[in-house]
DNA sequence: AGGAAGTCGATTGTCGACAATATATAAAAT
DNA sequence: ATTTTATATATTGTCGACAATCGACTTCCT
């Protein structure tokens, strides 16, 4: 074998080969799945049949199988044996407890980086993109940064577990947020302005006021009806 | 048909014939695993085979990768594509994780027990199973009822979602403790009698008390030196 | 007509076999 | 001797088929 065969292995110069993706068909068809159900396009309730959605996908039955048992542990489905399998319907009551228990996350991880002065200057990077987003009036965008704003707070915690927990549930608040009623009332502008005082008072270290803010945010953030999401309540 | 057999099905007398158990078998080969694992049989970072294990088990591999599969959702086992699955090896940072979560999630229980002014007298039963286990030096049993006491606490919240994501948790918790050293030092009395003053502030409304209790609680089991668990890094 | 038993269709549960992949080992070439 | 290539083996990934179960409908008997 030449040198430069093995230079265009470890170097390739013109037409990079990129490493073609090889992940398990299961997980390819679980982000599908999750994807369509956060996103609404399969909304609660509705029932999965393998035969059906492997034929549509043109794979075995088997993978679609082991996708739907992962996303049975994201816990956005739910399987009856012999029954069926359906997208798990929401209850204003899991609503509340979804964001209660974001915010016992938050919080707990707000004491963390102060209790560890970490550092969150990299916050501001999210808090920007959310001020430019609601000055052209990008909804979508908005939702995308303030999804980073508070994933990266969540990781300055430094806290593998909280961050796996946290992730979780926001796959479920992310479902929530999809369903709910889109109200154009709602005031891109201010919801970008909550978060910068939440990173000045971390920058400060006033654990009270960072701790409070973050408390009104995600409860300001739970007061969408919940009645428009439970129309669906099997 | 006649009534007497009619009332046969309807009122079985002599030989009582309980509903036969008809739980699928992925649950089952689950479960197993699952108390293997959290009672140390099976060690972090043994490897599972599943055709070694369907073999052992009398089944097919369906099954037992299904129940891998829960494992995995419990977060007891890692998948690594194609190259193998394995009870997921314990680091020091991991339990630390844990017991940290776990104290969050459990103050979070707390304030919201005197939130709704919940009655707690139930907690008193698991407390006297704890003195008297303690009086025995059933060390076993004092484990149990402690982990009695610390489910009934969060059930007491009345959070769903709170008392799922704590079981998930707790799971690891047996594991852990499973997997440490046995300290006969430990004083099982005194394990026992940590837990009636939790009650009294929760009776009393005392918010403060009731959470600085909880939080030594949780910390101070966490002191097992935890170089004893990891001994298996790979 | 009413109720029990049987039948049918749909769906999940389980199985055995084959394909794809990774690691380790041995062989071969320079 | 070292690096490369080939091979072997073990394990997971995927597939198609069959069995078990459920629900609704039909049929039959009284």
Same mark, same amino acid.
Request: one cysteine or more.
């Given at each position: 074998m ?5 230079s265009v292995?470890?170097a390739p110069t013109a037409a990079d080969l990129?490493?073609?993706? &090889?992940?398990?068909?299961?997980v390819?068809?679980?982000?599908r799945?999750r994807?369509?159900?956060i996103?609404a ?7 999965? *049949?393998e035969?059906?959605?492997?034929e549509q996908?043109n794979?075995s039955?088997a993978?679609?199988?082991? %996708? =739907?048992?992962i996303?049975? @542990?994201?816990g956005?489905v739910?399987t009856?044996?012999y029954k069926g399998?359906r997208v ?7 609503v509340?407890e979804t964001?209660?228990l974001?915010q016992?996350?938050? *919080?707990m991880?707000?004491?963390?980086i102060?209790?560890?002065r970490a550092?969150v200057a990299s ?5 920007r %993109?959310?001020r430019?987003?609601a ?7 908005? =939702?995308l940064?303030?999804? &980073?704003f508070?994933?990266?707070l969540?990781?300055l915690?430094?806290h ?6 946290? @992730?979780a ?8 947020m999809a369903l709910? @009623?889109r109200?154009?009332?709602d005031?891109l502008a201010e919801?970008?302005g @909550? ?26 953030l739970?007061?969408f009806?919940p009645?428009s999401? *439970?129309?669906?309540?099997g």
């Open positions: 030449s040198m430069t065969q093995a292995l470890t990129e490493p073609i993706e &090889q992940t398990p068909l299961r390819q068809i679980a982000d799945l994807r369509a159900i996103t396009k399969l909304r609660p309730g509705t029932v999965l *049949v035969t059906a959605l492997a996908m794979v039955r993978p679609v199988r082991e %996708a =739907i048992a996303l049975e @542990n994201d956005l739910e009856l044996a399998k798990k319907p929401l209850t204003v009551r899991e509340e964001w209660s974001r016992t996350f938050e *919080v991880a707000i004491r963390r102060l209790e560890r550092d916050l501001w990077i999210p808090c %993109a959310m430019d987003a000055a052209l009036g990008d909804r979508e965008g908005l =939702i940064a303030d999804e &980073q508070h994933r990266m969540i990781a915690s430094d593998h577990l909280l961050l796996q927990s946290w @992730n549930l926001y796959l479920r608040i992310n479902q929530i709910r @009623n109200r154009d009332s005031d919801i970008a @909550n978060h910068p005082p939440i990173v000045e008072a971390l920058q400060l270290g006033d654990t009270r006021t960072a701790v409070r803010l973050i408390s009104d945010h995600t409860r300001a739970r007061d009806d009645a999401i *439970v129309e669906w309540l």
